[in-house]
C-alpha cells in the first residue's frame, strides 16, 4: 500500500512549456484534490474530483487543467506555464465521505517542487 | 468564503514544554482536520476533530463548533515537533478544504 504518490518531485520548466504532474493512490479514495503552497502560506486548493469523471474547481484554478478517468489516478496539467506557478504542490485523497471518521481524513502525498524560469 | 486563522504565527519552545495553538474559523464545518508539515515538507494527519476532544499521545485537540474555534495541544514538546502545523475546514456539501495559514514552531534542545 503506497498511499498517494506524486511524480515527479522536482521541475523546472520554461515560461510557456507544459507539463503534466501526476498523482496516483492506491487506496481506492472516491476523493482526489490538488493543493499549492506558496512560502509563507498555507495550501490552496486547485481543482478536486469527487469521482472517475467528476472534477471541479478550487480557489485557485486558474493555468490548470485536470481529468479523472479512473479512480486511481488524477493528474494536474499546466497548459503554458508561468512564473507565478512556481510552488510546491500537493496531491490528496480520502475515501468517499461519511459518518466515520476514517471517511474524512484527507490524506497527502509527498509533494513536487516546480520552478517556472 | 469561509476565513480561517491560526494564531500564534510562530512559536519558539524549549524542549519539555507546553504549547496550545488555535485555529478560529469563520462558519460552521463538517471536517476539520490538523495536520503537521515537517521540516522536509511531509504533510501528517494529526487529528480528524469536527467537534469534540481527542488525545493522541503528548498531542490533544478540541473543537467547539457552535464557538467556531479548535485548539491542539503539545506537552513536553520534543525537538521533532519542529515544523508547520496546519489547521484545514471543510464546510457541508462543498468538498473544499480550506487551510489556514499555520503556525510555525521550533523546539530548541
Known amino acids: 500500500n503506497a498511499g498517494v504518490t506524486q511524480t515527479p518531485k522536482f521541475q523546472v520548466l520554461k515560461t510557456g512549456q507544459s507539463m503534466t504532474l501526476q498523482c496516483a493512490q492506491d487506496?481506492?479514495?472516491?476523493?482526489m484534490s490538488w493543493y499549492r503552497q506558496d512560502p509563507g502560506m498555507g495550501l490552496r486548493l486547485i481543482h478536486y474530483?469527487?469521482?472517475?469523471?467528476?472534477?471541479d474547481q478550487g480557489e485557485v484554478p486558474n493555468g490548470y487543467n485536470v481529468s479523472r478517468s479512473t479512480t486511481e489516478d488524477f493528474p494536474l496539467r499546466l497548459l503554458s506555464a508561468a512564473p507565478s506557478q512556481t510552488s510546491v504542490y500537493f496531491c490528496?485523497?480520502?475515501?468517499?465521505?461519511?459518518?466515520?471518521?476514517?471517511?474524512?481524513?484527507?490524506?497527502f502525498g509527498a509533494g513536487s517542487r516546480l520552478t517556472v524560469l | 468564503g469561509i476565513q480561517v486563522e491560526q494564531s500564534p504565527p510562530d512559536l519558539i519552545l524549549q524542549e519539555g514544554a507546553n504549547s496550545t495553538l488555535r485555529c478560529n474559523f469563520s462558519?460552521?464545518?463538517?471536517?476539520l482536520q490538523w495536520f503537521h508539515q515537517n521540516p522536509w515538507g511531509q504533510l501528517i494527519n494529526l487529528f480528524y476533530i469536527p467537534s469534540g476532544t481527542k488525545q493522541n499521545g503528548r498531542l490533544s485537540a478540541t473543537t467547539v463548533a457552535t464557538e467556531r474555534y479548535s485548539l491542539l495541544y503539545i506537552s513536553s514538546s520534543q525537538t521533532t515537533d519542529s515544523g508547520v502545523y496546519f489547521c484545514a475546514v471543510e464546510t457541508s456539501g462543498t468538498y473544499k478544504y480550506i487551510f489556514g495559514t499555520g503556525t510555525r514552531l521550533k523546539v530548541l534542545a
Open positions: 474530483s469527487v469521482g472517475a469523471g467528476i472534477t
Open positions: 462558519d460552521s464545518v463538517n471536517n
Open positions: 487506496m481506492n479514495h472516491e476523493y
Open positions: 490528496a485523497s480520502r475515501p468517499a465521505w461519511g459518518p466515520s471518521s476514517g471517511a474524512n481524513v484527507l490524506t
